[in-house]
């Protein structure tokens, strides 16, 4: 069975056939799925999937695109509150994008660190979201103590360099669907050197599809295709990526069944 650390099967590009993606992750073996809330918008949606579906579990934080939209005081006071949800899990997709022109540089790293002193206090992971400031996101982490709850570098694209300071200050590297290209030569030589107890994988569906299926829509079943990556990069069996994985996302965040 897989774990699906990282999708969006609340977005709207699901609203046709969201029940029949779901099917569709069941059979193929994924028995857990963490949905995340990222804003105003997604967090209820996010929340109201959880509360319907045993196996889907929650992450709800603010998103860095999206800082300049957040009421620091008010909208900390709701995720806190909601971090109080036996299915919410976690504290995400939180961190910094300089890729977006949408909020400063000045508001993402408020909202950021604003997001980790909360999880430190209510001693949950946390979920990064990293596009082009690798260096700012180790530095904010390093200076909020955020290795006391640790969490997920999600859809994990820096150096090995980078990656090693995260699994230092107690974080697991997760993999999508960019690992599976075959232009993915730095992806696929960190996650070759990244600890088997630390490795997570994901889809980010619906976005960064894995091959063969890369240009269309993602969904939750296709993180046995990076599994399948996984696997053949580390060379193991795909059963024995499977049982690995799964066992390292409900450590890490606290899921139990």
Same mark, same amino acid.
């Given at each position: ?11 709207? =590009? ?6 029949? *993606?779901?099917?569709?992750? #069941? ?31 929650? *992450? ?10 957040? %009421? ?13 949800? @036996? =299915? ?23 909202? $950021?660190?604003?997001?980790? %002193? ?26 909020? =103590? ?28 997760? $993999?999508?669907? @960019? ?7 730095? @992806? =696929?030589?960190? #996650? ?19 091959? @063969? ?11 046995? #295709? *990076? ?8 060379? *193991? ?5 499977? %049982? ?8 890490? #965040?606290?899921?139990?069944?």
């Amino acid at each position: 069975m897989l774990i699906d650390t990282h999708a969006h099967l609340d977005s709207p =590009k699901f609203d046709t056939d969201r029940e029949d *993606v779901i099917s569709r992750a #069941l059979e193929a073996g994924i028995d857990t799925i963490v949905n995340i809330g990222f804003n105003r918008e997604t967090i209820p949606s996010t929340m109201a999937l959880a509360e319907k579906y045993e196996f889907i579990y929650a *992450v709800v934080g603010w998103h860095p695109t999206d800082a300049v939209d957040m %009421k620091i005081e008010e909208d900390l006071a709701w995720i806190e509150s909601l971090c109080g949800h @036996p =299915k919410v899990v976690a504290i995400g997709e939180i961190g910094l994008d300089y890729y977006w022109d949408t909020s400063s540089k000045e508001i993402q790293h408020t909202v $950021f660190r604003e997001q980790i %002193k909360l999880a430190r206090r209510l001693n949950k992971p946390i979920v990064i979201h990293n596009r082009d400031a690798h260096e700012d996101i180790v530095k904010i982490l390093k200076e909020e =103590k955020a290795e006391e709850v640790g969490g997920i570098m999600h859809c994990y694209s820096g150096s090995w360099e980078t990656a090693k300071k995260c699994l230092d200050m107690n974080f697991y590297i997760s $993999f999508g669907g @960019p690992v599976t290209f075959k232009n993915a030569r730095v @992806p =696929k030589e960190v #996650l070759e050197r990244v600890p088997m107890d630390r490795l997570l994988l994901e889809t980010d569906a619906p976005y960064l599809t894995p091959h @063969p299926h890369r240009g269309k829509r993602n969904e939750s079943a296709y993180v046995r #295709l *990076v599994a399948e990556t996984a696997a053949e990069i580390k060379g *193991v069996s795909l059963e024995e990526i499977a %049982k690995i994985t799964s066992e390292n996302g409900r450590r890490c #965040l606290g899921i139990s069944r």
